[in-house]
């Protein structure tokens, strides 16, 4: 019978210290849920990627992972999560699309960056059309 106690001790142990790591991540506000929830957001995280890129023309994901945005000059960007962080990327002659009714899957030519689906609604189409004519920064293709 004793071993049965020793065994329900380790358990409420284990327990209040699995409750306390939560209590700290969520006090941390780690683990969150990262969105982009608003064009405004968007706007500010592409700013933050490139200085300067000031869009004039915003798409975002229904779900909140990404965003695609055009600037005054017809250049083009992704913003995708990327574990707890948001990263952008400036499309090129190098990116390639696909899109499936209302999704539209962007890659970069990038290995690091992969893919991104976007769930973007009837607006999937007119950017996947955008996108044929993005500008050509003269990279060669490996």
Do not use: Y
Request: avoid cysteine.
């Amino acid at each position: 019978m004793e071993g049965v106690w020793i065994d329900l001790a380790k358990f409420g142990v284990s327990l209040v210290a699995i409750l306390g790591l939560a209590g700290l991540a969520r006090w941390m506000d780690l683990g969150g849920d990262l969105r982009i929830r608003s064009v405004e957001q968007a706007r500010f995280l592409a700013n933050a990627a490139f200085e300067g890129f000031e869009p004039v023309d915003i798409a975002l994901d229904r779900a909140g992972i990404g965003a695609l945005l055009r600037d005054a000059g017809g250049r083009q960007m992704v913003l995708r999560r990327h574990g707890a962080a948001w990263v952008a990327r400036l499309l090129d002659e190098r990116t390639e699309a696909q899109l499936d009714r209302d999704f539209l899957t962007i890659g970069t030519g990038e290995s690091t960056f992969g893919t991104v689906t976007l769930h973007l609604g009837e607006a999937a189409g007119v950017w996947a059309a955008g996108l044929r004519r993005l500008p050509q920064t003269g990279a060669k293709h490996a």
